[in-house]
């Protein structure tokens, strides 16, 4: 009897929330999306951080990816208990404006020290990046720098589907924005690069890793894992002479937040050098406001881009559904 | 005592009548062609099939509300008397407990009618490790307990030999004359009727006669059952 | 007259809990779809590019099917008629690929079949160039490899169940293996293969990752893909349940083929005499099924020591936290499987009713096949956010979903063998008064022990390995290890995921064994 009783106990441990310790301060709710909650993120560092001055409980609830965060958020609608929404990027943000469930942060001036100007008056930008081809310095020697290049190299590449996968849209836009009309072109070219095209970027990194192909879609701030995690430095972005396409994550509060105060709060801490010193070494991406102390060591080797590409929120928009019919016709064959 | 009461049975094309009383206790035989319907009337009795119309009756109570399980009656099959999970001696205690959930001294009585049915010491053997008397004599033990004033027999023992056949014809005989019940015995080999069956029903052309003498009946077939019988 | 005649009334089991787990199955699938129709308050019909991704997904269904019953029958029938050691170890060994969590699979298969695998660099040795399966051919080849297992054991539990006592019978009639092929197992066939077609097309028909991994570009645009896009690309749920609903038709029309093709076997009871087929003992038989149970075993056992190797090193480094998930798993496996089984059992004896309303519980029994994760997690959502924190509802959900989800395979694995045992003893229990829970207790389970066990462990390694809809519901405090695993692949460290591989792979594989041999010890 006593047996059972305990294990019934385990059990109901195991699946319910530990929401058990009764504490009456004020929770703040941020959904954002698994990898920044996770162990791996900066999830727990910045929980920490913030909870540390804000006299609240920090908690995460999670989505898969950024696209899915806005969608669960929009299916919550205006019942939504989220204060603050962290992790949604600029492709995903007209869809977030158009919501209509965020309000304005109130920051004031902020010195961003991103690629481009930053003057939304909801989005709160926290990292950023840009998407580049990584490959294996000791297996690929004539390493292209341009898309045209690479279309021409017998170099096989593996890539993200655009339609489940930030990275996927990312390179989606950045053929756009670098060849305009004759996007559909380079796609055609590309075809008999590409390997597979993968759900997500995990896939489409593990298959990399394992050797299925030369080079795949990620960050130029990929290498840096290696080197500052692994001590490999073996792995580098190609830079690509037409720019790099660029993504900035943002952060932004629930018009409808219980916790308002809170929310505001966080937002800022968000762009405090605390919170910011967090991100590349957990995100693996630029913070939005280079800390005082600069970079981690690592970085400094990454290739940095002579020209970022982006098309503004509303644009991106407007042209991915074109952009995606092009590649779909041109990979489809 | 066994009334069918203008019973009429259907099974797909097949059209099956009877209006008739089996006076009880003692042994009946049902014989007929292969096909002609013997089991079909056995099955309307144990509550397998519902009659399309008629009644089936046990001491004058109609039994149509009655789940086979609830029956007066114990039906033995041609085969499939026996769970082949269990062993011989929950196959025979099923017979007082569906459940299986038998006092000490109903188990005493389970080890008693085994042996007294010549089962002594093959009580915890599973049926694939029994011969086919064996077997046989497992399902009687639980007939016996189950103790139902009715006992149908659905040429049970055709896959036995012919000595044995006959050992275990006998003993249904003794157990019937024992415990006053009453027993309709399929077969299609009308010396199991003469050898134990006082009196026998025919089934021919669609039709379950009354009970007659065994004796007169084969002394003197009726057309159908001489095309039967080949005489 | 061998009749075999209407029950006056149907189980008990059957009316009560087989509607009650009809109607739980069917408001999991439809009733979570409707939600996202009635959410999204409009669907727009299918469009072109929707046509051709359900071409595309029916095309590699239908040939991922049809390859894998293919191979499953000869390879089925060697493990039928002969006996050595490790026979049983290889039959379970066997079934580990179905278990695997789809990406574990896919990276399995391209570490032997990839374009730097195993293959690919012996190839290389000799001067040629890598394989290329990237395309339909390597989404059917990894289908196969997923379900070949499947099919293999469906398969051969329909030659267990033809009783010892006719293959005797075969023997003494004097019966060369034509005969038998003829008279016994291909009518056996006709009974089974049409089930287990069935199951496979309708697995791959929600194909995600494996169909789009290996699919190598748009053109393996699945049906699943196009619902993935509506949420996530086009944020338009209508769409994406206007594809759920296409899926569930789909589903629906191939059930009915598979139904209307269907033969029952009729092959009645036997003793529990242990199987031997004496007519293939000749040497080149015996020759012929070792080539062909060792080309099996390297098929679908070479990926797996492939993951295992590439998992073994990190093995001792692997993140403490996994010990914790993979400890939440496993008592979530157990519930699913315990809750599929019931789901099952009630199902099956619903199913044993004759008529419309037996198929239809055979049918809500299959639905949750065709039901895409995605609109069921979403649905599921929607339905529970009112009345619910959906977040703390996260693992009990999963543990639901993920019970739901293998009532398919279960019940193909289950209802044939309920089927048997009620012809051949439904008539003695009724006789002896044996209903209910009882002939549940005494009757059915005992005499089921072998496919339950067998059902029991696909349940609770099929929920191991799920990913399931813990994702949607978003608890970030209580993962589960198979989304451990994708976290640790989604933070770059992919040596610590590989070893989460083999433990995911360990625990599948522990759990289906466990309740397997205690299923197959029926023979003990």
């Given at each position: 009897m006593m047996k059972s009783h305990v294990s019934t106990l385990m059990i109901a441990g195991l699946l319910t929330?530990?929401?058990?310790?009764?504490?009456?301060k004020p929770v703040l709710t941020v959904h954002t999306y698994d990898s920044f909650a996770s162990e791996w993120g900066p999830g727990p560092a910045v929980e920490k951080g913030f909870e540390a001055t804000c006299g609240c409980d920090l908690k995460y609830v999670t989505a898969g990816d950024g696209a899915a965060l806005l969608s669960r958020v929009i299916m919550e609608g205006g019942r939504t208990k989220a204060d603050v929404v962290l992790g949604l990027d600029m492709n995903l943000m007209a869809q977030a404006a158009e919501s209509g469930l965020f309000t304005d942060h109130?920051?004031?001036?902020v010195k961003y020290t991103m690629p481009v100007a930053w003057d939304d008056p909801v989005f709160v930008p926290f990292d950023w990046g840009y998407f580049a081809f990584v490959y294996d310095k000791t297996k690929v020697k004539d390493v292209p720098t341009d898309f045209k290049a690479l279309a021409a190299s017998p170099l096989k590449i593996i890539i993200e589907d655009p339609r489940s996968s930030t990275p996927g849209l990312g390179l989606l836009l950045w053929v756009k924005s670098a060849y305009g009309a004759g996007a559909a072109q380079i796609w055609k070219d590309l075809a008999d690069n590409i390997v597979t095209v993968t759900p997500g970027w995990s896939e489409a990194y593990g298959l990399f890793l394992k050797g299925e192909a030369d080079m795949v879609l990620s960050y130029t701030t990929s290498p840096a894992y290696h080197l500052i995690a692994e001590k490999d430095d073996t792995k580098a972005a190609a830079p690509f002479t037409e720019g790099h396409y660029l993504q900035v994550e943002v952060a932004a509060k629930v018009a409808s937040a219980r916790e308002g105060d809170l929310a505001d709060r966080f937002l800022a801490y968000v762009t405090s050098p605390e919170f910011q010193a967090v991100i590349p070494e957990t995100n693996w991406m630029y913070p939005a406001i280079t800390p005082a102390s600069g970079l981690p060591d690592g970085f400094q080797s990454l290739v940095a881009p002579a020209k970022a590409l982006v098309y503004p929120a509303g644009e991106a928009k407007k042209i991915r559904d074109e952009a995606l019919g092009e590649w779909q016709a041109a990979l489809g064959r | 005592m066994l009334t069918l009461d203008h019973l009429s049975l259907t099974l797909g094309a097949f059209r099956l009548e009877a209006d008739l009383t089996v006076p009880g206790p003692g042994v009946t035989a049902i014989i007929g062609a292969s096909g002609s319907g013997k089991s079909t009337l056995l099955a309307a009795i144990a509550g397998f099939l519902a009659p399309v119309s008629g009644r089936i009756l046990w001491n004058g109570q109609d039994m149509a509300t009655l789940a086979p399980g609830d029956r007066p009656l114990t039906m033995l099959f041609q085969d499939q008397n026996l769970f082949p999970h269990l062993s011989a001696r929950k196959n025979v205690a099923l017979g007082l407990s569906p459940a299986l959930r038998l006092t000490a001294a109903e188990w005493a009585r389970v080890d008693e009618a085994m042996a007294r049915i010549g089962l002594g010491g093959l009580e915890n053997r599973l049926p694939a490790q029994l011969s086919g008397g064996q077997q046989a004599r497992v399902a009687l033990a639980r007939v016996l307990l189950r103790a139902r004033p009715l006992l149908l027999l659905d040429e049970t023992f055709g896959g036995l030999g012919p000595a044995l056949k006959e050992e275990m014809l006998d003993l249904v005989a003794r157990l019937s004359a024992e415990t006053a019940a009453t027993v309709l015995l399929v077969s299609h080999d009308p010396d199991d009727a003469r050898r134990i069956a006082p009196q026998t029903i025919l089934v021919a052309d669609g039709q379950a006669q009354p009970p007659v003498a065994t004796a007169d009946l084969l002394a003197n077939p009726p057309p159908g059952l001489r095309r039967y019988l080949g005489t | 007259m061998a009749s075999r005649a209407r029950p006056l009334r149907p189980g008990v089991w059957g009316v009560g809990g087989g509607w009650v787990a009809a109607a739980a199955l069917l408001l999991l699938t439809l009733g979570t779809t409707a939600a996202v129709l009635w959410r999204a308050g409009a669907a727009p019909l299918p469009g072109a590019a929707d046509w051709v991704a359900v071409r595309f997904t029916v095309m590699q269904a239908a040939a991922s099917a049809a390859i894998s019953a293919a191979l499953a029958i000869p390879v089925a029938r060697a493990l039928a008629r002969r006996s050595f050691p490790g026979r049983g170890l290889l039959i379970s060994l066997m079934g580990a690929p179905f278990l695997l969590p789809g990406i574990v699979a896919v990276i399995g298969i391209l570490h032997v079949f990839g374009r730097s695998g195993w293959i690919s660099q012996l190839l290389g040795r000799f001067g040629l160039p890598p394989l290329e399966i990237y395309g339909p051919v390597g989404v059917v080849l990894a289908h196969v490899f997923f379900n070949l297992p499947l099919a293999v054991r469906l398969i051969l539990q329909g030659w267990r169940d033809i009783p010892a006592e006719r293959f005797r019978l075969a023997a003494s009639l004097g019966f060369r293996s034509r005969d038998i092929n003829r008279l016994l197992e291909w009518p056996m066939l006709r009974a089974i293969l049409p089930g287990v077609v069935l199951a496979i097309f309708l697995i791959c028909l929600t194909s995600f990752v494996v169909a789009l991994t290996l699919g190598g570009g748009p053109r393996a645009t699945t049906v699943e893909l196009a619902i993935y896009q509506a949420f996530r690309f086009d944020f338009d749920p209508g769409h994406a349940a206007m594809l759920g609903v296409v899926q569930f038709a789909l589903c629906l029309g191939a059930t009915l083929v598979a139904l209307w093709v269907t033969a029952p076997t009729g092959f009645g009871a036997g003793l529990d005499r242990p199987l031997r087929v004496w007519a293939a003992s000749g040497p080149l038989a015996r020759l012929v099924d070792a080539a062909i149970l060792a080309a099996a075993a390297a098929f679908l056992l070479a990926p797996l020591l492939a993951v295992l190797l590439a998992g073994l090193p990190a093995l001792t480094r692997i993140p403490a936290s996994l010990g914790q998930a993979a400890l939440r798993s496993v008592v979530m496996a157990g519930l699913s499987a315990s809750m599929t089984l019931g789901l099952t059992l009630a199902l099956a004896h619903a199913a044993l009713s004759r008529g419309l309303a037996g198929r239809l519980a055979e049918a809500a029994g299959m639905l949750t096949l065709a039901a895409s994760p995605l609109v069921m997690g979403t649905g599921l959502f929607l339905l529970l956010y009112p009345i619910m924190d959906p977040t703390s509802a996260a693992l009990p959900v999963t543990v639901v979903v993920n019970a739901a989800m293998a009532v398919p395979f279960s019940l193909r694995v289950l209802l044939p063998s309920l089927r048997e045992v009620d012809a051949d003893y439904g008539r003695l229990s009724e006789s002896l008064g044996i209903r209910g829970w009882t002939r549940l207790r005494l009757v059915t389970l005992p005499r089921l022990r072998r496919p339950i066990g067998f059902a029991a462990g696909l349940a609770a390694a099929l929920a191991m390995g799920d990913l399931g809809v813990i994702a949607l519901f978003g608890n970030p405090d209580q993962p589960t290890l198979p989304l451990e695993v994708f976290r640790l692949m989604g933070a770059y460290r992919t040596e610590a995921a590989a070893a989460g591989a083999v433990l995911l792979l360990a625990l599948s594989f522990g759990l289906f064994w466990i309740c397997d041999t205690w299923g197959r010890n029926a023979d003990a």
């Open positions: 929330a530990t929401s058990a310790v009764a504490e009456e109130g920051l004031g001036d | - | -």
